[in-house]
């Protein structure tokens, strides 16, 4: 059974088994969510889901980002929801969707409330996400294809695994918690664009704070919720992946989280480290683009036309557009409305088609350019390419830097590397 190996690996595994290259993927992912909090915390969803805390109050137990202290549950609904609010935080491609924003708000509202070290607190980080990526492979593309999104789903088990780590739940323990969350993961696809995205990440991180917790308070439930004939796999179009715990606790797909460099959805990404890497002709030059991409990304990033900053995150058409014209994909403020409305904007947007290629993977994509002489520059990008452990630090620290300030991101990374207490992380929130 799916759920009682993942529960075992969750309850038993312990930090030195495992590699020091993976323990500082978890650094740079907890670097980069961190980040994407702090940047997050104006954003009209975060401050919706602040205030609703703010007006139920309850017990201090947990850090919030934008400041305060609420409880745990409370706490990682808060942080899940601002940390993914910009959409800037890492993806899994095996996963399909972003581990990081339903994991570590749920491993630092626990680690808080316990009052957990630093290294306990990313060492059941590291387990919850590897369990959210596991699981997403288990339910497959025919889950995501129909309509959940696996940040909320999938994202909802690895929340549970990192609470359940922390409490100090034993495998049995696990197990039920892994089946009881079971029945509130939840998450649909129809929010992309929408504040009901970041959302779905929040509800991940309350839904795996609570469940834990309810098994740590003498609460049963069916272990086999995930995979049980009426289980939340089978009524939820889960493919059963035979391969998906493959080498688990051998074998760390941690080591092959995606990191964002672009402030868009990730199917996005692709297009646009081909363009980056072409000498880029002027935007009057350009007679037309051709976008090449794996089908998947047609049902999720392929909004033609949109008009307001989110939709912008979520279309192929808009982010060529912006790169051509040289707008920095990077920075958060240009997907705004009024770019969406920008004359030359729109007028370059307009001869960007999109067509599909099954031969692709879900990471790579070709460009081409047509150009007023006749002549085609054509491009061509795998984001499977492997990046050195170091370069990639060096692109996130920078991220980071331009996200919060050189100060507080040099405060962050000092933390996360001489890991304390987990308030003292939580205080720089």
Not at 73 to 92: E, F, I, M, P, Q
């Amino acid at each position: 059974m799916i759920t009682e190996k993942l529960a075992a690996f969750v309850a038993e595994t312990p930090a030195d088994a495992v590699p020091e290259d993976t323990k500082h993927m978890v650094r740079l992912s907890m670097l980069d969510w961190a980040a994407c909090g702090i940047a997050g915390i104006e954003e009209p969803v975060a401050c919706a889901c602040r205030s609703l805390a703010s007006e139920e109050g309850g017990a201090p137990q947990a850090s919030m980002f934008g400041g305060g202290k609420a409880p745990a549950r409370t706490a990682a609904l808060v942080n899940g929801v601002t940390s993914h609010a910009l959409d800037y935080d890492d993806t899994h491609f095996a996963h399909i969707g972003h581990p990081s924003v339903a994991v570590f708000p749920a491993a630092l509202a626990i680690a808080e409330r316990q009052g957990e070290s630093g290294e306990a607190l990313q060492h059941a980080a590291l387990l919850g996400i590897e369990t959210s990526i596991r699981i997403g492979v288990w339910l497959g593309r025919g889950h995501y294809q129909c309509g959940f999104h696996q940040t909320g789903t999938a994202g909802a088990f690895g929340a549970t695994a990192a609470a359940a780590r922390l409490l100090g739940l034993d495998s049995t323990q696990v197990e039920t918690a892994l089946g009881l969350v079971a029945t509130r993961a939840s998450g649909s696809k129809a929010q992309f664009g929408t504040m009901g995205k970041p959302f779905n990440a929040g509800i991940a991180a309350s839904n795996g704070v609570e469940a834990a917790l309810l098994v740590a308070n003498g609460m049963s439930g069916n272990p086999a919720g995930l995979e049980a004939a009426q289980g939340f796999g089978p009524t939820h179009h889960g493919e059963a992946d035979a391969g998906a715990l493959d080498g688990l606790g051998a074998d760390w797909l941690m080591d092959t989280i995606s990191h964002k460099f672009h402030a868009c959805c990730h199917g996005l990404h692709a297009t646009l480290e081909a363009l980056a890497g072409i000498n880029r002709p002027a935007a009057s030059d350009v007679v037309a683009v051709k976008v090449t991409t794996h089908p998947r990304w047609m049902s999720v990033c392929n909004q033609p036309e949109p008009t307001e900053g989110l939709g912008a995150k979520f279309s192929y058409r808009v982010v060529v557009a912006m790169a051509l014209l040289g707008h920095d994909t990077a920075a958060l403020s240009n997907y705004s409305d009024a770019l969406c409305a920008d004359c030359e904007v729109v007028a370059l947007r307009d001869r960007v088609t999109v067509a599909e290629d099954a031969s692709l993977s879900e990471m790579q994509a070709r460009v081409s350019l047509t150009l007023t002489d006749g002549t085609t520059i054509e491009a061509f990008h795998d984001l499977d390419a492997p990046i050195a452990l170091m370069d990639r630090e060096a692109r996130l620290r920078a991220k980071a830097q331009a996200l919060v300030g050189a100060d507080k991101a040099q405060g962050l990374w000092r933390c996360i590397n001489a890991p304390e207490s987990s308030a003292q992380f939580g205080a720089l929130i």
